[in-house]
């Protein structure tokens, strides 16, 4: 079973900065992973898949990058509704895993 | 629009039983897999359990392999998860979502909170 591994935890920043956060596999997963939004109260919102590509209606400052076991979400710049928790997901054969979360948090 | 609802949630005793239902619509939706996957309060996501489009195939988390059973009606598109033998620790919000490809899920519903406890 692939572990995910997400870091830091918790990332202080304010809003105009840049967001990097970084999510490792225990083994290769090539470029299936996904990353999500979650606000609270409110379900997860896909942001990006295959590694790389955004979704539908994601905004330009959301980027994906990243293949075999190190993948990188990077936000240019945060705008207030970006301080929410951030989930990498990947499938392996026939389970779905996701990492444990990294919250973005007003600094 | 894609939508999901979920409903069936409620508070169960130790050992009970509890059947959540999905309703969708707005997509073809036996050409797409569902998924169920919950979150315990204050806590991460975790995956529950997977059914292909036209339901012949199903895959489970190995916490709750047995004792979960996801199904789907195409022809009323919806997607249930029956789930006995209930433990305190199966408590969470259940989220039903759909997958794009099998590797990621593209929308998800607003979730039901299930509580395990005496």
């Known amino acids: 079973e692939i572990v995910l591994r997400q870091s830091p935890a918790t990332l202080s920043l304010s809003p105009g900065e840049r967001a990097t956060l970084s999510c490792r596999a225990s083994q290769s997963v090539s470029s299936y992973l996904a990353w999500y939004q979650q606000k609270p109260g409110q379900a997860p919102k896909l942001l990006i898949y295959?590694?790389?590509k955004r979704a539908t209606d994601i905004p330009a400052r959301f980027s994906g990058s990243g293949s075999g076991t190190d993948f990188t979400l990077t936000i240019s710049s945060l705008e207030p509704e970006d301080f929410a928790v951030y989930y990498c997901?990947?499938?392996?054969?026939?389970?779905?895993?996701f990492g444990q979360g990294t919250k973005v948090e007003i600094k | 629009d894609v939508q999901l609802l979920e409903s069936g949630g409620d508070l169960v005793q130790p050992g009970g039983s509890l059947r959540l239902s999905c309703a969708a619509s707005g997509f073809s939706f036996s050409t797409f897999a569902m998924s169920w996957v919950r979150q315990a309060p204050g806590k991460g996501l975790e995956w529950v359990s997977t059914i292909s489009g036209s339901g012949s195939n199903r895959y489970y988390a190995d916490s709750v392999k047995g004792r979960f059973t996801i199904s789907r009606d195409n022809s009323k598109n919806t997607v249930s998860l029956q789930m006995h033998s209930l433990r305190a620790e199966d408590t969470a919000v259940y989220y039903c979502?759909?997958?794009?490809?099998?590797?990621?899920?593209?929308?998800w519903g607003q979730g039901t909170l299930v509580t395990v406890s005496s």
């Open positions: 997901q990947v499938r392996s054969s026939w389970s779905w895993t």
């Open positions: 979502a759909k997958f794009d490809t099998m590797s990621h899920l593209d929308y």
């Open positions: 295959n590694a790389s």
